[in-house]
């Protein structure tokens, strides 16, 4: 495999490296000389001059972390009623302004329940690494409130889903083999980021978040024209980050299919008037189904039959690929790049140095010493990449399996996945307007309903 | 709420999952939490051991301005006349003009302290607002005294997720902290605080403020002390079980 | 349909805009945003690959410093001798021929050839060293300072017990040398240099600034504070505060100095040099620096010489990285004259005595 043959020259390297290392004097005798505090002697004695103390400035914000938890269980609890309960877009987004400011542009975004997944990650992966109970409970109540109420997170809370909410102004529809298609990479990007967060690697959900840089006004000029790109597709495509890249929405997305209640359009009984068909910018409705006629039955079970055979297949598949891919992935962890550079450098094959090699020659480690632990990282992105690799073959595989399925359903109904409980959908519904008493907007309804029914 | 079409005991069941569901998480989460008896809050903190000055510090920072500032430890600190972290090391003359200044942002503040028996000492000042993390100095010091060193100020950090140095840093000397340690001084720095604890609980007498300092004194140098030996434990044990180095 | 759908709605007040098609020009416009955020992305240079980006008058430029004119270089190394200790610490020539090194846990003796000929076993690490000659009361002595006082050893390694007159918490010894009766030592933390008999008997403390004396003190901002007597039985100190050297009476009576601070090769650098010297047979002075590591001999006047070793020689990795560090800087922890006239650097980063001889002269090191 080409892995194991892309690192057997690596270990050959290491040995001629080892042998003809001009450095090797220098690494072990560097390493020894600390920096000793014998050699520092007390300052002279000042007649009337007291020595400054340089007193480092506190962390500001202690506290603030447990009002921020504080605030986004109450944001979520808001969310969950304004949004089931009271059914009302306006206070939904009233609250999505609330919380873009409030935990955007206040809290300039760190840290967000979406980076917190990598928090946890962490922890499980590095010993070294100590979770804070408040980024913990960033991460969990988004997920415990989706187990039960859908992502009303997502509607209302969400700083990043917020930015989006607000600027989808014309919306227009993603052609569904599109939609689908895009929203296979939030679930890769979810696994990449696990790995790159277990692996000690990097958080790369926050490396590239397209809006952290517009909430705090300032940052990288790049990532900025990205969040600008972001926002500009989103005025057109409702949600791009949610729908196509954010992880915590794949891991939403899969915990609000299994939610006790959630969002429905029509708030008792829907007529499946069609008035909402158009009406998500986010493409979550469903229309109802109608049962198969019987001579496509037999051609929609073999396709079934396919899709479950084939489910098993793709997460082989997905491991062989995915342990092939560990070396790429790996080159992402800064040890990996620190070593083939070295390793480069040494056998003449770049001219230079880089800060990196020259800051790995003054520590005085020996590159063998580096590079075992490099290869002990490589390992650990073998076993990861199978992993990711059977994880992206179940995501597909059950993509395949979900899109033969035709459910049964019978009214107008968000797809519990995509929906993020935003609410725009209730004021197409003449059963709201109902409900609501408004019995002259029903008429004009009605009318609408005539003029649309009258162009098919 | 509607779930009409199920029955009594799928709803029944469903909610069990749920509800374990949602204690597992939590449970487990408590565990990762627990494990490391230490839940409060990190920050982000250079340790200026490894620091190379490269002056990424500078520009990585998500701020306008970087996070990261030069400080003085004064009590390492020669109070020299001609100081390499203030001076070109060119000079021409020692006087303050800026073209004899290190600083390219001047935020090197000289100060004269006295002058014994012929020899005149001055006092080295960080003016934070000036300073942008450069490091020049830095290099500068660390031709003689080393009492010059960089750190991440947690007035300005706005704590990032991940620190956008910290991917940056070619030394790899970032490191997440707790947030009440809020520094990582030199090595050799945790001895001069000490000394100069313990000396000001010498002459503190009646002064409670002087007092006061010597003991918060000897608390940072034993926090300082104690996440050094804790770094050496995770270093030793990492290289031991291979397992992925973190930071 | 969607076109329809809005003809509805513009009759319609209450009807908010529904979800159109997506139009081929919206489409590609809409992949051109798509591919221009995904370029920038991938620009984003994470790693800090392409540097700090900042301009150049933030970079930290000593080159010229580092370079020496060959010219000026009337030395040549002729040898090198690793010391087999896990850190280095003080060097001192053994009168006779050979030298002392002292390290973490021990003192180790070569002979003139570089073969080890006593390995002394201590607590701690010797700060200082200073052998005996014919001269002194008990010749072939060995003085060595210790955290705690200083202490003596036969030649052949016994310890004779420590004394710790004069000294106190502040004390940090970091040179010692031995005249006739008198066993010197220079306490940086006090910043004075202690004079004591042969017995640990303190007989004057030199060096405290008296202005009715004409002594002004020594200033010393770092550990480097160093001494030597010379056969005329006077004693000489590096003032490093002030970048000179110093000369006193055993009674502590100030004769006169040298010495000038610049960073050129003519004189001494930065804050505190010269950070360790050695006098030469013929009374000419061999001096080193740190910060920029370098070995230089003066006249006895206190004229510039020859360069026995560049900064090039010494730490090389100054010259070679952007990168340098505070330990590369202090390259040198001692200069010795061996009884041949012969110049040993104490070596921090190879752990080595290095041998130095006159461009020209016979090479008989190992
Ligand atoms: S999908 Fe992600 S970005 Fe969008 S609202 Fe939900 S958590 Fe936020
Ligand atoms: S990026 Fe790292 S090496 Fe460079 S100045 Fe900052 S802490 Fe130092
Ligand atoms: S040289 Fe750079 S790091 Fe030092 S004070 Fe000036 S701006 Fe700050
Ligand atoms: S955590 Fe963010 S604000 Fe703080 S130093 Fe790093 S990049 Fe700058």
Known sequence: MVARERLAPLRGRIRRASALLSWAAWGTALAAVPARASDIIPVPDFTDYRVPISVPPAVEHPGWEWLSVLLLALALCLASYLALARRSRRGVYALTVACLLWFGFFREGCVCPIGAIQNVALALGDPGYALPASVLLFFLLPVVFTLFFGRTFCAAVCPLGAVQEVVAVRPVQVPRWLDHGLGLIPFFYLGLALLYAATATGFVVCRYDPFVAIFRLSGNFNMLVFGAAVVLIGVFVGRPYCRYLCPLGAVLAVCSRASKWHVRIAPTECTRCRLCESSCPYGAIELPTRPLPSRMRPAARTRLATALGLAPLLVLAGVLVGGLLALPLARLHPEDRLAERVLREDQGLVEGTTDASEAFRNTGRPVEELVADVLAIRAGFRLGGRWLGAWMGLVVGLKLIALTVRGKREDYLPDRGRCVSCGRCYKYCPEEQMTLGDLREQAEWESAETAEVASP | MPEAGRTDRRGFLADALRTSGGFALVGAGGFLVGRRGQEELQVWQLDPDKCTACGNCATYCVLDVSAVKCVNCFDMCGFCDICTGYFETNYWSLDTAAENQLCPTGAVIRRFVEEQSGQRFYEYTIDGPLCIGCGKCVKGCALMNGSMYLQVEHDRCVNCNECAIATACPAEAFYRIPANQVEIVKQSAIGVLERRGRQQLREADEDPQLREEGESLLARAAVQRQWRARQAGWDARQQGEEAPRGS | ?366
């Open chain 3, 1 to 366: 349909m969607a076109g329809k759908a809005r003809k509805v709605q513009r009759g319609e007040l209450h009807r908010p805009p529904g979800v159109g098609g997506m139009s081929g020009v919206l489409a590609l416009l809409l992949a051109a945003t798509a591919v221009i955020g995904l370029v920038a992305v991938l620009r984003v240079d994470n790693w800090g690959e392409r540097g700090s980006g900042l301009s150049e008058r933030f970079e930290f430029s000593f080159e010229e410093l580092l370079t020496v004119d060959p010219e000026l270089v009337g030395y040549r190394e002729t040898g090198q001798v690793e010391v087999p200790l896990s850190s280095v610490r003080a060097l001192a020539a053994v009168p006779g021929g050979g030298w002392l090194v002292s390290g973490e846990g021990a003192i180790l003796g070569f002979d003139a050839q570089g073969a080890s000929t006593v390995r002394i076993t201590v607590t701690g690490e010797p700060t200082c060293l200073a052998v005996a000659g014919e001269d002194h009361t008990y010749p072939g002595r060995i003085y060595a300072g210790m955290p705690s006082g200083v202490e003596r050893f036969a030649p052949g390694g016994e310890s004779q017990g420590m004394w710790t007159a004069g000294l106190d918490e502040n004390s940090r010894l970091t040179s010692l040398t031995v005249f006739e009766g008198s066993v010197l030592a220079a306490d940086a933390g006090n910043r004075v240099v202690l004079h004591w008999d042969a017995e640990g008997q303190l007989l004057s403390v030199i060096g405290r600034p008296d202005p009715s004396r004409n002594i002004r003190g020594f200033t010393v901002p770092s550990g480097f504070f160093d001494v030597a007597m010379f056969a005329d039985g006077v004693l000489r100190v590096a003032n490093p505060g002030a970048r000179r050297i110093e000369a006193y009476t055993l009674e502590g009576d100030f004769l006169g100095e040298w010495g000038e601070a610049s960073a050129a090769i003519e004189g001494f650098f930065g804050c505190c040099n010269p950070s360790h010297f050695a006098i030469l047979s013929d009374g000419r002075f061999v001096t080193a620096e740190k910060g920029i590591p370098r070995v230089k001999i003066y006249s006895e006047q206190g004229q510039l010489e020859t360069v026995v070793a560049t900064p090039e020689q010494l730490s090389p990795r100054l010259l070679a990285s952007r990168a340098f560090r505070e330990d590369q800087t202090t390259a040198v922890l001692g200069v010795a004259a061996d009884a041949a006239d012969r110049i040993l650097v104490l070596d921090a980063l190879q752990r080595s005595v290095r041998i130095f001889e006159p461009r020209g002269g016979s090479s008989d090191a190992t």
